[in-house]
């Protein structure tokens, strides 16, 4: 049977409800969101002389909680308009309307007696056939099952999203006890394909895998961190970025998701295992306590274990709870000599053996906190999941973790996690004796270009599942190499596609990157049949190397820097004139160089979370790899005639002028930086060099050819010139902008207009390039130019002076 999703109904539009609604919407399915009528009117509404019965009323609560969803940041939409894919009604006059879906998702409060009474209404209008989930994670699926009919109990299973459903990736599919294999396949497949998340099977236990470990390893350090004397300061620092973790690590993630929400699922896990060994570890400790007496929930309370206050001169300042005397006080300063050790292992998975071999507080911390988690997930197989891979995936997933504990296992070495556990008092599982005493030293290897993960029963490495549509570099690194430098490593991808991965620190483009980029298209035009510019880092790029650019113009290295600026003009100019086909598939931050470069490809295929914008003008420049080129000319493809192209043309200069950045690939398409027609979005990143590898096939089969050099880029010289000129002044004018702001912007509108020439004419991209360098270079003999750059280099954020 082909199942196919055009129209979903959801069924509560609290927080859960409407980011799901949303993200049904990103990927272009219908929605209907529904929600209870209100009992009372409203103050408003009894002054407007409305009744309970009218049809604003009546929709009120959906309609305001969409509302809310919708302004809130991070946004749950890719774009705005997106929104209009989702219908509201409510659960009295628009129940009937469910017969008309392909997927009933049931998001109402966690009680078993009321969730029974949605399903009873639901079972009244759904059509057989029609797929029904539930997004509980704590109500056991044969209580929800009870009394349904036999078509419901067979296509029902629950569907578990992670809070903000668009950017957590975690799908856990739990089958109900009658659910057909066919719906929990189809589930699985639809969450990785459409979705773009990783889904993950899991059994109907309290909390499924991902909360489940999460709780565990969260109210583990809550207990820890008073045996060892911790502050929330050392030990947000410890469970940050230096282990692969959010960079709101432990205690800042408790307030941003509710102290009160982690309670209810501890106090949960209380309940409902008594027979887990770490049963102890899921009772509140005392801080917690007086923290939920005193409503310090966290960010929706305005104070959790931190707290923000202005200080007399009106500045902010973050405060944190002193776990001792429960007061607020200054932030302290941390510093550990073990994380010293770790500041030139670039990779988290790299830093795991050097920060559990610490002679400090960190390194006991770390041999503690990882022989507790080693101890846990071992005895949780097979009783949330028969397979350890679906452990990682889902702590991957679902808690933003670089690598998942048996990951971290592997990087300690499983002799030494075994030694660890030993030392804190914790048994081995007797799998793990066996995995060892059967010769398995490691929980997974790689075996041509693919994963394998140790099955238990099956005592041995086996292929992990699903890994057919991906490419991961990570695996394919070592054996497919085909050049590198210290900047790229150039790989094959199969079938005459090469990938070029970007290896820099933030991916930044520096001469290395340079080299290599120009070598993997000399590669690729001589033995090959298409270049994917593509990572699975955490961003794209981040953009030029500022920090090489700072250094000559402080020396006043100025030859120099105009031969690097070129160099960089003519290695975008190579992408596009290559004689084969070149695609970048960026994803994540994609700043500055590393937008110009994605320009200059034949074909962009994005994450959907892709922050892509030219944002040059923070460190008091314009792009200078050809960006101000290419948004003029981007400009001059759109003139029309009898159009008014100051207007167009006005359009990409303030994308640029104001240094905007998409909030998703999708909104590029509004700065003309993604193109319709052209580029593509991918929503699961885990198959984008997948993805992009198929498209540069697509154009090398269908008989690419070299373009040929544009000579015909209309721009309007000092009729152009004399707009940007005046709207500049009047921005000064209104201190709008400093004078260094008007400086640049005067600059870029220089090279959009094509110079000073009298009237409209057509020109070459490299007479626009040659302008463009030009108005870099003299940037960068400006003071307030240096001020920028050093103050973005040091505080990592852009100066207004």
């Known amino acids: 049977m082909t199942r196919r999703i055009n129209k979903v109904a959801v069924i509560g539009s609290g927080i859960m409800g409407s980011g799901i609604a949303c993200h049904f919407a990103n990927i272009g399915v219908e929605v209907l969101l529904l929600d209870i009528v209100p009992r009372e009117l409203t103050e408003k509404e009894q002054a407007k002389g409305l009744t309970l019965e009218n049809p604003v009323v009546r929709n009120r609560i959906v309609n305001d909680n969409l509302t809310s969803a919708l302004k809130s940041k991070p946004s749950p939409i890719y774009h705005q308009k997106f929104a209009n894919r989702i219908q509201t009604g409510n659960l009295e006059d628009d129940l009937h309307k469910i017969s008309g879906v392909d997927w009933i998702i049931e998001v109402v409060v966690e009680r078993l007696d009321i969730k029974k009474k949605v399903f009873e209404q639901i079972e009244k209008h759904r059509k057989p056939g029609t797929l029904i989930t539930s997004n509980t994670s704590g109500i056991p699926i044969s209580f929800m099952n009870e009394g349904r009919s036999e078509d419901f109990q067979k296509h029902f299973a629950v569907t578990h999203f992670f809070n903000p459903p668009r950017y957590l990736k975690l799908f856990e599919v739990v089958p109900g006890p009658d659910c057909s294999q066919e719906v929990t396949d189809f589930l699985m497949s639809y969450g990785e394909k459409f979705l773009g998340k990783t889904s993950v099977l899991a059994k109907d236990t309290p909390a499924f895998i991902g909360n489940r470990i999460g709780i565990f390893g969260i109210q583990s350090l809550f207990h820890q961190v008073k045996e060892m004397g911790l502050t929330v300061e050392e030990v947000d620092k410890l469970t940050g970025p230096v282990i692969g973790r959010p960079k709101s690590a432990t205690f800042r993630t408790v307030d941003v998701v509710g102290l009160d929400t982690l309670v209810h699922v501890a106090n949960g896990l209380y309940e409902n295992c008594p027979e887990d060994e770490a049963h102890g570890l899921f009772k509140l400790p005392g801080f917690i306590e007086t923290m939920m007496e005193n409503k310090w929930l966290g960010s929706k309370t305005g104070q959790g274990f931190y707290k923000k206050v202005k200080s007399d001169d009106g500045k902010s300042d973050i405060l944190s709870l002193d776990l001792d005397t429960m007061e607020y006080r200054t932030k302290k300063k941390v510093s550990f000599p073990t994380l010293e050790l770790t500041k030139t292992i670039d990779k988290p998975i790299d830093r795991f053996k050097v920060l559990t071999g610490g002679k400090d507080k960190a390194g006991e911390f770390y041999r503690k906190n990882f022989s507790a988690l080693f101890a846990y997930v071992q005895n949780r197989i097979p009783e949330i999941s028969d397979e350890l891979y679906r452990i990682d995936d889902a702590m991957k997933a679902g808690f933003g973790w670089d690598n998942g504990p048996f990951e971290i296992w592997d990087a300690i070495g499983v002799e030494k996690g075994i030694e660890l556990m030993k030392a804190e008092g914790y048994e081995t599982a007797s799998w793990i004796t066996e995995m060892t005493e059967g010769g398995n030293s490691s929980f997974y290897t790689v075996k041509d270009g693919a994963t394998f993960y140790y099955d238990i029963p099956a005592k041995k490495q086996v292929k992990k599942p699903g890994q057919d549509a991906f490419i991961i570099l990570d695996n394919i690194r070592k054996s497919n190499e085909v050049w590198k430098n210290s900047g790229v490593v150039v790989e094959d991808l ?87 086909p070149t695609i970048s598939a960026p994803h994540g931050m994609t700043l500055g160089g590393g937008c110009e470069l994605s320009l200059h490809a034949d074909k962009i295929v994005a994450a959907a979370e892709t922050y892509i914008g030219l944002v040059e003008f923070g460190v008091g420049v314009i792009p200078g790899g050809g960006g101000s080129k290419e948004m003029a000319l981007r400009a001059s493809d759109l003139f029309r005639k009898d159009d008014v192209e100051l207007n167009v043309l006005r ?89 260094h702001d008007k400086k640049i912007a005067n600059k870029l509108a220089y090279v959009m207009a094509g110079g000073d020439l009298s009237e409209a004419g057509y020109v070459s991209e490299q007479y626009l390039l040659d302008i463009e360098r030009e108005a870099f270079l003299s940037l960068c003999t400006e003071r307030k130019t240096l001020e920028r750059i050093q103050h973005m280099l040091k505080t990592g954020k852009p100066l207004r002076n």
């Open 494 to 580: 199969g079938d005459g596609i090469l990938n070029c991965e970007f290896q820099s620190k933030m991916n930044t483009i520096g001469g290395d990157v340079l080299a290599g980029l120009n070598k993997a298209i000399d590669l690729a035009e001589k033995d090959f049949q298409g270049l994917v510019i593509g990572n699975q880092g955490a961003n794209f790029s981040v953009g030029a190397n500022i920090g090489m650019i700072f250094m000559m113009a402080v020396e006043q290295e100025y030859d120099e820097l105009n031969m690097a600026i070129k160099m960089f003009q003519d290695t975008m100019m190579r992408m596009r004139y290559s004689s084969i």
């Open 651 to 739: 359009e990409h200069f303030l994308t640029i002028g104001m240094a905007k950045v998409s909030t998703s690939a999708y909104e590029a398409y509004d700065l003309n930086i993604l193109q319709k027609g052209k580029d593509v979005v991918v929503v699961n990143k885990d198959r984008q060099i997948a993805e992009a590898k198929k498209h540069a096939l697509l154009l090398a089969e269908a008989g690419y050819t070299k373009p040929i050099k544009r000579t015909d880029v209309k721009v309007l010289g000092k009729q152009a010139l004399g707009m940007f000129l005046v709207g500049t002044d009047a921005m000064y004018a209104g201190k709008y902008i400093s004078d």
